[in-house]
C-alpha cells in the first residue's frame, strides 16, 4: 500500500507541486489578512500581499484542471513563469518593509524578536521558486528532487527562526514552546543530508522524521487555538486576532508535505500517470 501511494506522488509530482502551491496562496489570502489586521492595515502597502495572493491562486488554479495527468499546458506554463517571479520579488520586498518597521532603525536583538515577523515573507519568495522550478526543471529528474528537499529545507530553517523569535517574547513561558525549535532544527538537519544522501533506509528515515513534523505542527495548533479560545478578551475575534497566531504551526505539515514530495521516488514503476489511483 504505501509503496502504491509513493508511485502515484512519483507519477505525479510536477502536478502535485503545483497544486501545494496554488493551496498555499489561497491559505495566505486569510493568513495575511488577519497578520495584517492587527493595526488595521495602518500602511496601504500591508494590503499588497493578500490582494497578490488571491489574485495568483485565481490565475493559476484554472490551468490545473487543464492539467493531463502529470502535464501542466501552455498557460500554467506561461502565467506560472510571470507568478513566480512577481512572488520572489514581493517575498524579499517584504522583508525590507518588516525589518524597517524597528530593526533597520534600531540595530538590536529586541528589535529583531519584537518587530513583524521579517522571516514570514519569505514564504512568497519560496512558492515563487517552486513555481519557476517546476517549469524549468524536468520533474523526472534528481536534479527537480534536490531542489525541492532544499526548498523544503529552507521552510524548516525560517520557521526555525520564527519560532525562536516568536516564543521569546514571552520567554518560554511553557517548555512546549521549545518543540518546534527543536523539531525544526531537526527535519533542517535531516533534510540537509537527504540533499547528498538518497539511499532507501535513509529516505524511510526522513519520512518518519517529516511525519513527527506534521504531529507537532497539529499539536501546536491545538495549543495555539486553545490560548486564543481562553483569551482574556471577551471577543473571541479579538482572541484570536491578537492571541498566538492559529495557523503557524501549521507550517510543519505543510513543509513536511513539500519535503514528502521532494523525497519521493524519482521512477512511478511504470504506472501510466493518467489513470486515477
Known amino acids: 500500500m504505501v509503496g502504491q501511494i509513493r508511485s502515484w506522488v512519483a507519477c505525479r509530482k510536477s502536478l502535485l507541486l503545483e497544486w501545494f502551491v496554488v493551496a498555499n496562496f489561497a491559505f495566505l489570502v486569510l493568513d495575511v489578512f488577519l497578520a495584517h489586521s492587527v493595526n488595521n492595515f495602518r500602511h496601504p502597502a500591508e494590503w499588497i500581499p493578500v490582494v497578490f495572493s488571491a489574485v495568483a491562486a485565481a490565475g493559476l488554479a484554472p490551468a490545473l484542471w487543464q492539467a493531463s495527468g502529470a502535464t501542466l ?38 528589535s529583531l524578536v519584537y ?13 515563487g521558486f517552486l513555481l519557476l522550478l517546476n517549469r524549468l526543471v524536468p520533474a523526472e529528474t534528481e536534479e527537480w528532487d534536490r531542489w525541492v528537499v532544499f526548498l523544503a529545507l529552507g521552510g524548516f530553517l525560517g520557521v526555525f527562526v520564527l519560532a525562536l523569535c516568536d516564543h521569546a517574547q514571552n520567554g518560554f513561558f511553557y517548555g512546549s514552546e521549545w518543540w518546534p525549535v527543536a523539531a525544526s532544527a531537526l527535519a533542517g538537519g535531516f533534510l540537509a543530508v537527504a540533499l547528498v544522501e538518497r539511499s532507501a533506509d535513509f529516505i524511510r528515515i526522513c519520512f518518519g522524521v517529516l511525519a513527527l513534523q506534521a504531529m507537532v505542527g497539529l499539536v501546536g495548533f491545538w495549543f495555539h487555538v486553545e490560548a486564543d479560545v481562553n483569551g482574556l478578551s471577551a471577543s473571541l475575534f479579538e482572541n484570536f486576532l491578537h492571541g498566538a497566531p492559529a495557523f503557524a504551526p501549521l507550517l510543519f505539515v505543510d513543509l513536511a508535505l513539500l519535503a514528502a514530495i521532494g523525497l519521493s521516488p524519482l521512477a ?3 504506472m501510466n500517470p493518467a489513470e486515477s489511483a
Open 268 to 270: 512511478c514503476d511504470g
Open 73 to 110: 499546458g501552455s498557460y500554467a506554463h506561461r502565467v506560472g513563469l510571470a507568478v513566480g517571479f512577481a512572488s520572489v520579488v514581493l517575498g524579499i520586498g517584504g522583508v525590507v518593509y518588516h525589518l524597517q518597521s524597528q530593526f533597520f532603525s534600531q540595530w538590536t536583538l529586541r
Open 115 to 127: 518587530t513583524a515577523p521579517f522571516a514570514a515573507p519569505l514564504a512568497y519568495s519560496g512558492l
